[in-house]
Nanobody, 114 residues
Framework: VQLVESGGGLVHPGGSLRLSCTASGLSFSTTYMTWVRQLPGKPLLEWVATINTDGSETTYADSVKGRFTISRDNAANTLYLQMNSLKTEDTALYYC???????RGQGTQVTVSS
């Protein structure tokens, strides 16, 4: 199983970014997917969002609800995270994660700073 994230970068507060995660080696369309993040200086991962197999059900951490949107394209084996109204406290290393195989990617850095 391989998960490869992309789309991170440096953005001003209030800005937007779209993260992508391309999956291989698993039956992508039959498995839930999540985004998690590691905040600076914090060893534990923080759950951000979860999406079910067909994208019809999504759940979010309170800290991102209303600003972030998780989605997926099963035909392309790709997971997305649209992040709007970014705040400095969203600065983190973002990982896509497959709970079923306990696999996550290498992460993509998001830095929100003026």
């Amino acid at each position: 199983v391989q998960l490869v994230e992309s789309g991170g970068g440096l953005v001003h507060p209030g800005g937007s970014l779209r993260l992508s995660c391309t999956a291989s080696g698993l039956s992508f369309s039959t498995t839930y997917m999540t985004w998690v993040r590691q905040l600076p200086g914090k060893p534990l991962l923080e759950w951000v969002a979860t999406i079910n197999t067909d994208g019809s059900e999504t759940t979010y951490a309170d800290s991102v609800k209303g600003r972030f949107t998780i989605s997926r394209d099963n035909a392309a084996n790709t997971l997305y995270l649209q992040m709007n109204s970014l705040k400095t406290e969203d600065t983190a290393l973002y990982y896509c994660n497959n709970p079923q195989t306990r696999t996550r990617g290498q992460g993509t850095q998001v830095t929100v700073s003026s």
